[in-house]
């Protein structure tokens, strides 16, 4: 099983490191499982114009490619302006209605207000249940303030909400298989 998290996030380490968290718990929950993180800000992804795949550049092919490659995604976005970034929102733009069917799709968000953690329930969710992405109920997320100087995270509460994403994330999958 492949499991890809985006961190869709062009500045900063915060939301890569929330992502990779998420994908460290899926393996060590499954050491089976092969993990992948994308780092959007590793990457230049272009426009969406409407134009089919192959006009794009090689970033954006290979990005896509293997999202549509794996088996669950987790994806991570800082919360700017009451919604996910830009950047993240122009990927999810490529895809087409059933691209992540039979994906579970986790979220985990970060942000600098309290005010920010509905987001990811009400913008997030209903792009990646559009694109028939599995929402798993559980989606984590992390005030700024719980990150300390290295970006790692630092609250308990947090790991365990992360762990139990995880553990659902991987629950639905291998449901699905059935």
């Not at 500045?11 to 915060?14: D, E, L, P, S, V």
């Not at 089976?32 to 992948?36: A, M, R, S, W």
């Not at 059933?98 to 069917?101: A, G, P, Q």
């Given at each position: 099983?492949?499991v890809?998290?985006?961190s869709?996030s062009l500045?900063?380490?915060?939301t890569?490191k929330?992502v990779?968290e998420?994908l460290?718990?899926?393996?060590?929950?499954?050491p089976?499982?092969?993990?992948?993180l994308?780092?959007?800000?590793?990457?230049?992804?272009?426009?969406?114009?409407?134009?089919?795949?192959?006009?794009?550049?090689?970033?954006?092919?290979?990005?896509?490619?293997k999202?549509?490659e794996?088996?669950m995604?987790?994806f991570?976005?800082?919360?700017?302006?009451?919604s996910i970034?830009g950047?993240l929102?122009?990927?999810l733009?490529?895809?087409p209605v059933?691209?992540?069917?039979n994906?579970?799709?986790g979220?985990?968000?970060t942000?600098?207000t309290?005010?920010?953690?509905?987001?990811?329930?009400f913008h997030?969710?209903?792009i990646l249940?559009?694109l028939k992405?599995t929402v798993p109920?559980?989606?984590?997320?992390i005030h700024?303030?719980n990150?300390d100087?290295?970006?790692?995270?630092?609250?308990?509460?947090?790991?365990?909400?992360?762990?139990?994403l995880a553990?659902?994330?991987?629950a639905?999958q291998?449901?699905?298989k059935k």
């Open positions: 099983m492949k890809v998290g985006i869709g500045i900063g380490a915060k890569s929330a990779y998420v460290a718990a899926i393996k060590s929950l499954d089976n499982v092969q993990i992948e994308l780092d959007l800000k590793d990457f230049e992804i272009e426009f969406v114009n409407g134009s089919p795949l192959s006009y794009y550049n090689d970033d954006t092919i290979k990005v896509v490619n999202m549509l794996a088996d995604l987790v991570g976005s800082p919360i700017y302006q009451a970034s950047v929102k122009n990927l733009d490529f895809f059933d691209s992540f069917k994906k579970v799709t979220i985990i968000t942000g600098g309290e005010k920010h953690f509905l987001v990811s329930e997030l969710k209903p249940s559009y992405g109920v559980h989606q984590v997320f700024n303030d990150f100087d290295d970006n790692e995270i630092t609250n308990q509460g947090l790991k365990k909400r992360i762990h139990q553990e659902e994330m991987l639905l291998k449901s699905m």
